[in-house]
């Protein structure tokens, strides 16, 4: 059976083929003058967030690949195959970018020469997260398909990250700080931000398939939305106000909830259309 160009996987691996960034040509010489200038606990709010999201890329990449079987052992689903392909690429891509930028921005070894910063990691990232993409190895019911791409693309991706992105904004756009920092996180936000699209178009492929699945895939958006913004919360935990950079934390974890609203309804306003 011929694979379909139309499709919106394949659709996205065009889009992606052409927006593929080398995470090595990014210059951080200014990067490194601005590092030197900023205050202790800005630097610790800084070094938790790319510390966060190279944990969390390692862990994004790491799980991908279950998935991927799961829909290879199904059957039918070439495209949707395909374009996993290339998300775990990606990913790949994004544990580059902060490493390199570790390795090369701050002034000495994490964990060495630098503290690594304190704070709880995130149990979505560390716990949910490889349970339901790991179960899918000997579950490979509809029900644990769309619990892992809820958690994965709508959860991790869709939330966990957006709160992270706007938090890098917030700390850099307005002192025009980092450069090669905000350059990495725009490029991953743009890959991100396919990455959202194919796992929404899968959960809404399976309700469409699975409509008595819906229900479950609210509670667990509220679910995990409640985990998400205990993960936002900690961020702050270690930091009084003013917080540095004038981050909000209220601003943030409201952020958060909508933005889990915005995803459940997403997929839900699809379920059953073509998408
Ligand atoms: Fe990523
Ligand atoms: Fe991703």
Redesign the pocket.
């Known amino acids: 059976m011929p694979v379909d160009f139309a499709s919106l996987p394949l659709r996205e691996v065009r889009k992606g083929r052409a927006l593929q960034w080398d995470p090595h040509a990014i210059d951080f010489a200014q990067d490194r003058r601005d590092w030197a200038a900023l205050t202790l606990p800005e630097r610790q709010i800084l070094l938790s967030q790319v510390v966060g999201f190279l944990v969390g ?1 390692r862990a ?1 990449a790491h799980d991908l690949a279950p998935l991927q079987q799961v829909l290879r052992r199904e059957r039918g689903h070439m495209e949707e195959e395909m374009y996993l392909t290339q998300q775990t690429y ?2 790949s891509t ?1 544990v580059e970018f902060f490493q390199r930028w570790l390795n090369e921005v701050l002034p000495g070894k994490l964990g060495e020469d630098v503290p690594v910063p304190q704070g709880k990691g995130s149990r979505v990232l560390s716990e949910r997260l490889p349970r339901a993409m790991t179960a899918l190895n000997t579950d490979s019911s509809r029900a644990a398909q769309l619990y892992a791409c809820t958690v994965y693309h709508q959860i991790v991706e869709g939330v966990l990250a957006e709160v992270g992105y706007q938090i890098f904004y917030d700390c850099m756009d307005a002192r025009g700080i980092l450069p090669g920092l905000r350059q990495g996180v725009r490029n ?1 936000q743009t ?2 931000a396919r ?1 959202i699209a194919f796992g929404t178009y899968l959960a809404r492929r399976i309700l469409t398939e699975n409509p008595e699945l819906k229900d479950r895939f609210s509670a667990w958006m509220e679910e995990l939305g409640n985990e998400a913004r205990g993960d936002a919360e900690n961020l702050f935990v270690g930091h009084s106000q003013p917080y540095p950079f004038g981050l909000d934390r209220e601003k943030t974890l409201a952020f958060s909830n909508t933005l889990c609203r915005r995803r459940t309804e997403a997929v839900l306003s699809g379920a059953g259309v073509e998408a």
């Open positions: 890329e994004v990606e990913e994004h991953i890959d991100e990455h």
